[in-house]
C-alpha cells in the first residue's frame, strides 16, 4: 500500500454515509461492520502484525473513520474480537471505489474472514452506486492474488515499485454492474 495524504479540507472532514452498523453473518459466523473509533487499538494493531510497509497509522485511520470518502470495515467472531478489517475509499463524482487494504490477523487466517470482509466491500461500493471496485496488489502475494481472481477481479495493470519497499502491483478492477 502506498502512503496516501489524509484529506484536510473540510469537504472531506464530514460523517461517514450511513452504513448498516451490523452486516448479516456470513456461513462461517463471521460478522462484518464498519468500524469505529473504539476499534482504532485493534485497526493500529492489525495494521502493524499484517503489512511490513506502507502502513496506515493511527492519526489516519482516525481520520478514514471520521469521512465521508472512506469506509472501513471489522470483521469479528462471535466473542466480537476483532479479527480482520478492510479499508474502502470514494472519491465523489467517480463510479469507481478503492478497496485500499484487506488484512486478517494471521492467527485467524484460513478462516473466511477476509472472504466476507471482500463480499461486504463490494455490497458497500454498490450500495453507493459504484459501477467498479478497483485495488492494488504485490505481485509476490500469491494468497491475495488468488482470493481476489476467484471473485471475480480482472488483472487490469502493472504498476512497477508501486509499494515503499520496492515491489510491483498488479491492478485489479471488479465490475459492479
Ligand atoms: C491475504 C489475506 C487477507 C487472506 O485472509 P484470510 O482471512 O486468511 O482469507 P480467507 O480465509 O477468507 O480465504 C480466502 C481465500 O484465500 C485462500 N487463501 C488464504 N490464505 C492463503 C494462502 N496463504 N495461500 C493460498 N491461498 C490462501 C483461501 O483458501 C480462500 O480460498 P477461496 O477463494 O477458494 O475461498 C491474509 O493472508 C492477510 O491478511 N495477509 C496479509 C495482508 C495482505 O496481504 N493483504 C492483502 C493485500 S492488501
Avoid at 8 to 27: F, G, M, V, Y
Amino acid at each position: 500500500m502506498p502512503t496516501i495524504p489524509i484529506p484536510s479540507s473540510p469537504e472531506h472532514a464530514r460523517r461517514p454515509a450511513p452504513e448498516p452498523a451490523r452486516l448479516p453473518a456470513t456461513s462461517a459466523g463471521v460478522r462484518v461492520r464498519r468500524a469505529d473509533t473504539t476499534d482504532l487499538d485493534a485497526l493500529v494493531a492489525m495494521e502493524q502484525r499484517s503489512f511490513s510497509s506502507d502502513l496506515l497509522s493511527r492519526t489516519q485511520y482516525r481520520r478514514h473513520l471520521d469521512s465521508d470518502s472512506a469506509l472501513v470495515l471489522v470483521a469479528s467472531d462471535g466473542h466480537q474480537h476483532v479479527l480482520g478489517a478492510a479499508v474502502l475509499f470514494f472519491r465523489k463524482g467517480s463510479g469507481v471505489a478503492r478497496l485500499y487494504s484487506l488484512a486478517t490477523l494471521p492467527e485467524a487466517r484460513g478462516r473466511g474472514i477476509a472472504a466476507a470482509l471482500l463480499e461486504a466491500a463490494v455490497a458497500a461500493a454498490r450500495r453507493r452506486g459504484c459501477r467498479a471496485l478497483r485495488l492494488e496488489v504485490r505481485t509476490g502475494n500469491a494468497a491475495a492474488i488468488g482470493l481476489y481472481e476467484r471473485r471475480g477481479f480482472r488483472r487490469t495493470g502493472h504498476q512497477p515499485g508501486y509499494y515503499e519497499d520496492g515491489e510491483d502491483a498488479w491492478r485489479y478492477e471488479k465490475p459492479l454492474d
